[in-house]
């Protein structure tokens, strides 16, 4: 099993980023998909959600309106596409996989907003 985040980077104050997590080793359509970040110090917290056929989707109110999560089962990928950045955006953010009791997670991909 693998998930592996990629896009992360250094942007400035209110531009965009676009994440996205390629799955491997599982049956990808079978599973929810959820967003996480980790600040410097604080604890991982949840980003965002996508339900297992993409009708589906929550999102923490801190990025409600400005990040969105996708996915495209037939390349086994959930995206976060992630505009208006903010300073306090900053943070490891990681992929989950959720299925019955099995739960996967990416090792992270670093995301830094500064001017």
């Known amino acids: 099993v693998q998930l592996v985040e990629s896009g992360g980077g250094l942007v400035q104050p209110g531009g965009s980023l676009r994440l996205s997590c390629a799955a491997s080793g599982f049956t990808f359509s079978w599973y929810d998909m959820k967003w996480y970040r980790q600040a410097p110090g604080k604890e991982r917290e949840f980003v965002a959600h996508i339900s297992s056929d993409g009708g589906s989707t929550t999102y923490a109110d801190s990025v409600k309106g400005r990040f969105t999560i996708s996915r495209d089962n037939a390349k086994n990928t959930v995206y976060l596409q992630m505009n208006s950045l903010k300073p306090e955006d900053t943070a490891v953010y990681y992929c989950?996989?959720?299925?019955?009791?099995?739960?996967?997670w990416g090792q992270g991909t670093q995301v830094a907003v500064s001017s």
């Open positions: 989950n996989a959720a299925w019955r009791i099995l739960n996967y």
